[in-house]
């Protein structure tokens, strides 16, 4: 018998095995405890999608409109995007039962026996169409829940006169209005209060919100330096310059001292006094240039090819091109001084230490101080400060705790492996400094598939270094690979592999910030399978292909004007070509189901780029006065706009966004921004606020 037909007989016997398991019990499917029915109802422009839901008894769905909390998976008519049609995002339901789960501890919101489940659409197009999409539900009994259902419909719908649409959608909205506010309140279950009374509140509050969120914008910044720094002070810790130096000093110490007391005692002193030299450093550069203008240089051009050649050198050097020493003459000196008793004899240990060392933590701490620079206010001493305390903390502990250096591994190549990997990430975050420039003198030279294939090859070359492949001037023979070496290029060969569909239009949203937007790319719409498909074509004058293919103004008064045109609110976008956080909002916010929708259809977006540094015409420079006393020189677009959210909003801080009226004025819905509303639930409920108030007005 031949191996071909026993494998085929091992296959017909296991697949009678398996499916005789799966069909001796009963099969349950969610459309068989469902039945429903897609028709629609067409009054002119307006066609209501109905969905004629039988539930079987003993069986439920969940509710369309969730909490924001909630863990279910809703009810919804999914509709397809088309420039035919602008479909409501609310989905008109009945009372729903509301019961919590004790065994799940949660609130569910359900629906039984026979209901039925609507959604308005307005016809934008004289033409009949078609409009397709999903009926998406999850059926449960009390016991378990059967896997989500997606059913595809499709209705025919007439064309009709788009001309008085505007006036349709408005009226149509406020019918219905009632209906949305009772399923709204039910949900949330909030109290009561008088439109009048939330309007005063939330606009007495709108300029202690600015300076709240700026204020924690900046806490959370400087916090983010403290925790970069701390373990750029262990990176730091573990080079080869470093790392051999903590248990030679902490032995000195033990060794020379009178009693163990004392040993502690000076090696602590050997700590503080590494930190008093690096926070020192960190006070000098913030007093030197002030926290505004360290502030401002990361949207300066010069600033940023500065860094870019300087932070390029540091990873040569860290790569084994070359050392970065200090004149010979500083060390000896301070080893001199190290010779003299006390606290002050110490202070100069540690200060030999950071000279001696400064090859290896020079182009860390050179690093920090660029992104601190860019954080502005008190970052370089917050990021000294943390730094400089990763980096002491061992000589504290080790000289209280001798016993522990018999654990420490032995200096070897592994030393020089850090200091490469460090090199390779200085040279990534290179590009991101000439990318900043790039982007604000909007030269076109480093787009975002340029970047991302920038990326791509530096980390490859990283994962064949790390895999043994290259060898670099300084490496030794390799005999093998530590378990934590391979662990480590593995992980940046799976970082490479991921990059790489970047380069067709892949979000990559574990990077975002870092690359240039798809708006600044070769192929803005994305490239095969990558493509946008819900960038509609732009025909609107004046308007250009911004965040996720949306048509966007780059113009105040021309925005305003077209929003009033066409009824729509105006969706003012305070933003910069250099902000990370405006980046991370378009691609993990704007492009979210429901807030694409609303960006795209309902209102008219006008982004204002404060560091655009394209010059005014001269008869349009002028010094503008935002606060007693500060003044702004307008001579670029970005001046312009800066001005005016300075002037107008008392606030500096971007993405800061602003929904407006017909009339250019503030709806009541306050602002919205990265820190507070970094999340497709807060700044989808922060647009529909908007929205309504902007159709009740």
């Given at each position: 018998?031949?191996?071909?037909?026993?494998?085929?007989?091992?296959?017909?016997?296991?697949?009678?095995?398996?499916?005789?398991?799966?069909?001796?019990?009963?099969?349950?499917?969610?459309?068989?405890?469902?039945?429903?029915?897609?028709?629609?109802?067409?009054e002119?422009?307006?066609?209501?999608?109905?969905?004629?839901?039988?539930?079987?008894?003993?069986?439920?769905?969940?509710?369309a409109?969730?909490?924001?909390?909630?863990?279910?998976?809703?009810?919804?008519?999914?509709l397809?995007?088309?420039?035919?049609?602008?479909?409501?995002?609310?989905?008109y339901?009945?009372?729903f039962?509301?019961?919590?789960?004790?065994?799940?501890?949660?609130?569910?919101?359900?629906?039984?026996?026979?209901?039925?489940?609507?959604?308005?659409?307005?016809?934008?197009?004289e033409?009949?169409?078609?409009?397709k999409?999903?009926?998406?539900?999850?059926?449960?009994?009390?016991?378990?829940?059967?896997?989500?259902?997606?059913g595809?419909?499709e209705?025919?719908?007439?064309?009709?006169?788009?001309?008085?649409?505007?006036?349709?959608?408005?009226?149509?909205?406020?019918?219905n209005?009632?209906?949305?506010?009772?399923?709204?309140?039910?949900?949330?279950?909030?109290?009561?209060?008088?439109?009048?009374?939330i309007?005063?509140?939330?606009?007495?509050?709108?300029?202690?919100?600015?300076?709240?969120?700026?204020?924690?914008?900046?806490?959370?910044?400087?916090f983010?330096?403290?925790?970069?720094?701390?373990?750029?002070?262990?990176?730091?810790?573990?080079?080869?310059?470093?790392?051999?130096?903590?248990?030679?000093?902490?032995?000195?110490?033990?060794?020379?001292?009178?009693?163990?007391?004392?040993?502690?005692?000076?090696?602590?002193?050997?700590?503080?006094?590494?930190?008093?030299?690096y926070?020192?450093?960190?006070?000098?550069?913030?007093?030197?240039?002030?926290?505004?203008?360290?502030n401002?240089?990361?949207?300066?051009?010069?600033?940023?090819?500065?860094?870019?050649?300087?932070?390029?050198?540091?990873?040569?050097s860290?790569?084994?091109?070359?050392?970065?020493?200090?004149?010979?003459?500083?060390?000896?000196?301070?080893?001199?001084?190290?010779?003299?008793?006390?606290f002050?004899?110490?202070?100069?240990?540690?200060?030999?230490l950071?000279?001696?060392?400064?090859?290896?933590?020079?182009?860390?701490?050179?690093?920090?101080?660029?992104?601190?620079?860019?954080?502005?206010?008190?970052?370089?001493?917050?990021?000294?400060?943390?730094?400089?305390l990763a980096?002491?903390?061992?000589?504290?502990?080790?000289?209280?705790?001798p016993?522990?250096?018999?654990?420490?591994?032995?200096?070897?190549?592994?030393?020089?492996?850090?200091?490469?990997?460090?090199?390779?990430?200085?040279?990534?975050l290179?590009?991101?400094?000439?990318?900043?420039?790039?982007?604000?003198?909007?030269?076109?030279?480093?787009?975002?598939?340029?970047?991302?294939?920038?990326?791509?090859?530096?980390?490859?070359?990283?994962?064949?270094?790390?895999?043994?492949?290259?060898?670099?001037?300084?490496?030794?023979?390799?005999?093998?690979?530590?378990?934590?070496?391979?662990?480590?290029?593995?992980?940046?060969?799976?970082?490479?592999?991921?990059?790489?569909?970047?380069?067709?239009?892949?979000?990559?949203?574990?990077?975002?910030?870092?690359?240039?937007?798809?708006?600044?790319?070769?192929?803005?719409g994305?490239?095969?399978?990558?493509?946008?498909?819900?960038?509609?074509?732009?025909?609107?004058?004046?308007?250009?292909?911004g965040?996720?293919?949306?048509?966007?103004?780059?113009?105040?008064?021309?925005?305003?004007?077209?929003?009033?045109?066409?009824?729509?609110?105006?969706?003012?976008?305070?933003?910069?070509?250099?902000?990370?956080?405006?980046?991370?909002?378009?691609?993990?916010?704007?492009?979210?189901?429901?807030?694409?929708?609303?960006?795209?259809?309902?209102?008219?977006?006008?982004?204002?780029?404060?560091d655009?540094?394209?010059p005014?015409?001269?008869?349009?420079?002028?010094?503008?006065e935002?606060?007693p006393?500060?003044?702004i020189?307008?001579?670029?677009?970005?001046?312009?706009?800066s001005?005016?959210?300075?002037?107008?909003?008392?606030?500096?801080?971007?993405?800061?966004?602003r929904?407006l009226?017909?009339?250019?004025?503030?709806l009541?819905?306050?602002?919205?921004?990265?820190?507070?509303?970094?999340?497709?639930q807060?700044?989808?409920?922060w647009?529909?606020?908007?929205?309504?108030?902007?159709?009740?007005?």
């Amino acid at each position: 018998m031949s191996i071909k037909y026993l494998n085929f007989l091992f296959f017909y016997c296991c697949t009678l095995l398996i499916s005789g398991t799966l069909f001796s019990q009963e099969m349950e499917f969610p459309e068989d405890k469902v039945k429903y029915t897609i028709n629609i109802v067409q009054e002119e422009c307006v066609v209501t999608i109905i969905a004629d839901i039988d539930i079987e008894e003993g069986w439920h769905i969940n509710a369309a409109n969730l909490p924001l909390e909630s863990f279910s998976i809703p009810t919804d008519l999914y509709l397809d995007t088309s420039s035919m049609f602008v479909s409501e995002d609310t989905i008109y339901e009945p009372v729903f039962e509301h019961v919590y789960d004790d065994i799940a501890k949660e609130d569910l919101y359900l629906h039984e026996g026979k209901i039925t489940i609507s959604r308005k659409v307005f016809v934008k197009s004289e033409k009949d169409f078609v409009i397709k999409g999903f009926f998406t539900f999850q059926t449960c009994d009390d016991n378990h829940c059967l896997p989500p259902f997606d059913g595809p419909f499709e209705v025919n719908v007439k064309g009709c006169d788009v001309e008085s649409l505007n006036e349709i959608r408005l009226n149509s909205s406020k019918a219905n209005q009632d209906k949305k506010e009772t399923i709204l309140d039910k949900i949330v279950n909030r109290e009561e209060k008088a439109d009048s009374e939330i309007m005063v509140e939330q606009e007495s509050s709108v300029l202690e919100e600015s300076s709240n969120s700026k204020d924690k914008s900046n806490s959370k910044s400087i916090f983010l330096i403290f925790i970069i720094s701390f373990l750029s002070g262990f990176a730091a810790l573990i080079t080869p310059c470093v790392f051999p130096m903590v248990p030679m000093t902490v032995s000195f110490f033990t060794k020379q001292s009178q009693d163990k007391a004392s040993g502690v005692r000076n090696a602590i002193l050997y700590g503080i006094s590494i930190i008093i030299i690096y926070v020192l450093l960190g006070t000098i550069i913030t007093a030197l240039f002030g926290a505004s203008f360290l502030n401002s240089l990361s949207t300066n051009i010069y600033f940023n090819l500065f860094f870019f050649v300087l932070l390029i050198v540091f990873a040569v050097s860290f790569l084994g091109a070359f050392d970065i020493n200090l004149p010979n003459t500083w060390v000896t000196k301070a080893d001199s001084a190290s010779s003299k008793g006390g606290f002050l004899g110490i202070f100069f240990m540690a200060f030999t230490l950071a000279l001696v060392s400064f090859s290896c933590t020079g182009p860390i701490v050179g690093t920090l101080l660029v992104e601190s620079a860019t954080v502005g206010g008190i970052g370089p001493f917050v990021g000294m400060f943390g730094f400089s305390l990763a980096l002491a903390l061992p000589f504290g502990l080790f000289a209280a705790f001798p016993g522990w250096l018999n654990s420490l591994p032995k200096s070897g190549g592994w030393l020089n492996t850090v200091k490469v990997f460090l090199g390779f990430l200085e040279l990534a975050l290179a590009f991101k400094f000439l990318s900043n420039a790039d982007l604000v003198m909007q030269g076109h030279f480093l787009e975002r598939e340029l970047f991302i294939a920038i990326w791509i090859g530096i980390f490859f070359v990283l994962a064949l270094y790390l895999f043994g492949f290259i060898k670099l001037p300084n490496d030794g023979d390799i005999k093998h690979l530590s378990v934590s070496r391979s662990l480590l290029a593995t992980t940046v060969l799976i970082f490479v592999m991921y990059l790489i569909p970047g380069l067709w239009g892949a979000p990559l949203k574990l990077i975002s910030g870092f690359p240039p937007p798809m708006s600044y790319s070769e192929s803005p719409g994305g490239i095969g399978i990558y493509s946008n498909n819900n960038q509609k074509n732009n025909t609107t004058e004046n308007t250009h292909s911004g965040p996720q293919g949306l048509p966007v103004f780059h113009d105040l008064e021309e925005g305003l004007a077209y929003a009033k045109s066409v009824n729509k609110p105006s969706f003012l976008d305070f933003t910069g070509h250099a902000c990370i956080n405006c980046r991370k909002m378009e691609e993990k916010v704007w492009g979210e189901e429901g807030v694409f929708n609303i960006l795209r259809d309902s209102v008219v977006i006008i982004s204002l780029y404060v560091d655009d540094k394209r010059p005014l015409p001269d008869d349009q420079h002028s010094e503008e006065e935002i606060a007693p006393g500060k003044i702004i020189n307008v001579t670029t677009i970005g001046d312009k706009w800066s001005a005016y959210q300075a002037k107008k909003y008392k606030s500096l801080s971007q993405p800061y966004y602003r929904m407006l009226d017909k009339n250019g004025e503030d709806l009541s819905n306050g602002s919205a921004d990265y820190l507070n509303h970094g999340n497709r639930q807060d700044f989808l409920q922060w647009l529909r606020t908007g929205l309504e108030q902007y159709k009740s007005s």
